[in-house]
C-alpha cells in the first residue's frame, strides 16, 4: 500500500475523530475558556507591572522632591543659626492630605494606633454582637 493510499483512507477518519473530540465532547469550549484566561491574565501581569513601575518612578521622584525641600528650608532658615544641625535627620514626611472620606486617611499608613486591648469591659464586646 502506498502512503498516498493510506493518507486518503486515514485522514477523513481522523478528521472524524477530531470533530467529535473538539465539537460533542466540548473539548473546544474549554480550549477557548483556557486560552482566553491566559489572555487576560497576562494581560493583568504586565498591568500591575507598569502600575508597580510607575510607582517606584512617582515614589523616587517624590523622594527627590523631598530632599530637595528639605535642602531650601534648611538654606532658607540658614545653617549658622542652628549650628550645622540638620533638623530633619531621620524624618519621614507625612502623607498625602486628601479629600478621601475615609476617616484614617491623613494618617500614616505604619502607625501601629493605640492598643485598646486593656480597656476595662471590652471583653464584654464580643457578647453584645
Known amino acids: 500500500m502506498k502512503v498516498s493510499e493510506l493518507k486518503r483512507i486515514i485522514q ?9 473530540v473538539l465539537l460533542e465532547e466540548g473539548m473546544l469550549s474549554k480550549i477557548v475558556q ?3 484566561i491566559g489572555l487576560t491574565n497576562s494581560n493583568i501581569l504586565q498591568e500591575r507591572k ?13 523622594e527627590k522632591n523631598n530632599i530637595d525641600a528639605r535642602k531650601r528650608l534648611l538654606d532658607s532658615i540658614g545653617s549658622q543659626k ?7 535627620e531621620n ?9 478621601n472620606k475615609n476617616p484614617l486617611s491623613g494618617q ?7 492598643d485598646i486591648s486593656s480597656i476595662p469591659g471590652m471583653e464584654n464586646w464580643g457578647k453584645l454582637l
Open 50 to 62: 507598569q502600575t508597580k513601575l510607575l510607582n517606584q518612578q512617582r515614589e523616587k521622584k517624590s
Open 34 to 36: 483556557e486560552t482566553a
Open 91 to 99: 524624618t519621614t514626611p507625612l502623607g498625602p492630605e486628601g479629600s
Open 108 to 114: 500614616n499608613p505604619s502607625d501601629a494606633g493605640v
Open 12 to 20: 477523513p477518519m481522523i478528521k472524524e475523530c477530531i470533530r467529535e
Open 82 to 88: 542652628l549650628g550645622g544641625v540638620n533638623v530633619f
